[in-house]
C-alpha cells in the first residue's frame, strides 16, 4: 500500500493530463454533445487496462418517452460499462457521469481546457465530475504496472445525461440490469462530507380554468389567474406546515454552517406561473409548477395525498374555483443505512487519506444515484473531488485543489485494493 502511495504521488502529473483530455472534449448538456467521443477516449483507456468494455446507447424512443422535455434534443446519448473480474467474492460498482453543464461568460479562464493557478485546476467538469474519472484512470493504471491485485471485481459506468435528467444514463444502465455488484461508490460528490441519503423530488402542476372575455366586461368572464389567488395561499399554508419538518438524517456541513440547519429538511415550492395573452383579455387559464422535495422519512404517496387535501381544502372555500391538479414522482430518496459496512469502509479509507474526520450527511437535491440505488437495492454513497463551497461546480471557474485531487487518487486506490475481507 505504501509503495502505491509513493507511486501515486509520483503520477500527479498524468492525473492533470488525464484530466485535460477529458475537459478538452466539452460534453455540455443540454444537447449532450461530444457523448460518442469521450466514451471512446474512455472505452480505449479501460482496454488497455484489461477491463471489458461496452457501449451502451440509450434508444430514442426511450429517450424521448422519459425525457418528454428533452425531446427537442438531438445526439446519441453513450454510455459505458466496464467490467474487470479478478476472481473476487465481491463486486464494486465506481460510477460518476461525463457530462457537464454548459459554461457561461463569467469565466476568467478558458473553460474547455485545464489551467493551472495557485494550486487549483480550472475548467469546466474538473470538480463535477470529471476530476475523479482522471483519479480513477491513475489509480488502475498504477495497479497494473505494480501488480498489485484488486480488491474487488471491478464494475464501472461512465454515464451521460445527469446533469439534464430525470431519466439519465444511469438509470438506463440500472435498468439494463448493468450495475451488478455487492457495493456501489458514486463519485458525483464532494471531499467535505460522504454522502449517504438524498431527498426525493416530485413535480407538480396546477391548471386553474377560467372563461376568457372583453376585459371591459370582465364580469362577464371568469380570471383564471385571479382565482388562482386562493390556490397559491393554500399552497403557502402547506409550505410553512411541510417545511417545519426535519429528517433524522443530518446535512451537509455547508448547510449546517450557513444555516444552522442540522438535519435533511422537506421543501415545497412554487417555481413556475403562466397565464394570460393579453391585458385586455380575461385570461382562461393559469398553469402552476413547483417542486416537493421530500425527506427519506416521507413517502411519494403521502405527499401527493398532501397536496390534494390542501387543494381539497381551498375549494371548500371557493367552490367556484376550477382547477386541475398532477403530481409526477421524479427521482425517490436515497437512504444507505450508516452503519452498514460499507459506508464504515469508505469513511474508514477517506479520513485516513484525507487526514481529518469527514461526515456522513445528506444531500438537500435529488440524484439519479437514488434511482440507481432504488433499482438495485445497492448501498451506497457519494465521495468526489471539491468542495462544495469553493469549487464552484456549475458556475464559472470551476476548480479543484491539485491536493484534493492527490488525495482523492490514494483514496480509491486504498478503497480498490484495500479490504480484501470486507463481508457484510
Ligand atoms: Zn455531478
Redesign the pocket.
Known amino acids: 500500500m505504501n509503495a502505491l502511495n509513493e507511486y501515486l504521488d509520483s503520477r500527479t502529473d498524468e492525473t492533470i493530463k488525464t484530466l485535460d483530455e477529458l475537459v478538452r472534449i466539452p460534453t455540455q448538456v443540454p444537447p449532450g454533445e461530444n457523448y460518442e467521443k469521450i466514451m471512446n477516449y474512455m472505452a480505449q483507456r479501460l482496454e488497455d487496462l484489461d477491463f471489458q468494455v461496452e457501449k451502451l446507447v440509450m434508444p430514442r424512443e426511450l429517450f424521448v418517452k422519459k425525457n418528454p422535455r428533452m425531446a427537442h434534443l438531438t445526439g446519441e446519448r453513450v454510455n459505458l460499462s466496464a467490467i474487470k473480474d479478478a476472481g473476487k467474492e465481491k463486486t464494486l460498482l465506481i460510477n460518476?457521469?461525463l457530462d457537464v453543464v454548459p459554461a457561461d461568460s463569467n469565466w476568467s479562464v478558458p473553460p474547455f481546457e485545464c489551467t493551472i493557478k495557485e494550486g487549483r485546476i480550472f475548467g469546466r467538469g474538473v470538480a463535477?465530475?470529471k476530476g475523479g474519472v482522471a483519479a480513477l484512470l491513475t489509480v488502475l493504471s498504477a495497479m497494473k504496472e505494480l501488480e498489485i491485485e484488486q480488491g474487488y471485481n471491478l464494475n464501472i459506468a461512465m454515464t451521460t445525461d445527469?446533469?439534464m435528467g430525470p431519466y439519465s444514463g444511469l438509470c438506463y444502465l440500472a435498468d439494463l440490469g448493468k450495475l451488478k455488484a455487492d457495493f456501489f461508490l458514486s463519485m458525483?460528490g464532494d471531499s467535505d462530507d460522504i454522502t449517504t441519503a438524498s431527498n426525493g423530488n416530485a413535480d407538480w402542476q396546477i391548471d386553474v380554468l377560467g372563461k376568457s372575455y372583453h376585459s371591459g366586461s370582465s364580469f362577464l368572464g371568469v380570471n383564471a389567474i385571479e382565482k388562482t389567488i386562493p390556490v397559491m395561499n393554500g399552497l403557502m399554508e402547506l409550505k410553512k406546515k411541510i417545511e417545519k419538518r426535519r429528517s433524522k438524517v443530518p446535512s451537509s456541513m455547508a448547510i449546517s454552517q450557513k444555516t444552522g440547519i442540522k438535519t435533511l429538511m422537506p421543501v415545497l415550492n412554487i417555481t413556475l406561473i403562466n397565464g394570460g395573452v393579453k391585458q385586455n383579455i380575461v385570461p382562461d387559464r393559469c398553469t402552476m409548477k413547483g417542486d416537493r422535495r421530500y425527506i427519506p422519512e416521507e413517502k411519494f404517496e403521502d405527499v401527493c395525498k398532501e397536496m390534494n387535501d390542501a387543494i381539497a381544502m381551498v375549494r371548500e372555500k371557493h367552490p367556484d374555483i376550477d382547477l386541475k391538479i398532477s403530481c409526477d414522482d421524479v427521482y425517490a430518496p436515497m437512504l444507505t443505512d450508516m452503519n452498514h459496512p460499507w459506508i464504515k469502509e469508505v469513511k474508514k479509507m477517506a479520513e485516513i487519506t484525507a487526514g481529518k474526520e469527514i461526515r456522513l450527511v445528506g444531500a438537500q437535491g435529488s440524484l439519479d444515484v437514488a434511482y440507481a440505488v432504488r433499482v438495485t437495492g445497492l448501498p451506497a454513497c457519494c465521495f468526489g473531488t471539491g468542495r462544495r463551497t469553493e469549487s464552484n461546480?456549475h458556475a464559472g471557474d470551476e476548480n479543484i485543489l491539485i491536493e484534493d485531487l492527490v488525495m482523492y487518487t490514494k483514496f480509491l486506490g486504498k478503497l480498490i485494493c484495500g479490504a480484501n475481507n470486507l463481508s457484510e
Open positions: 460518476t457521469h463535477d465530475s445527469e446533469e458525483d461546480a
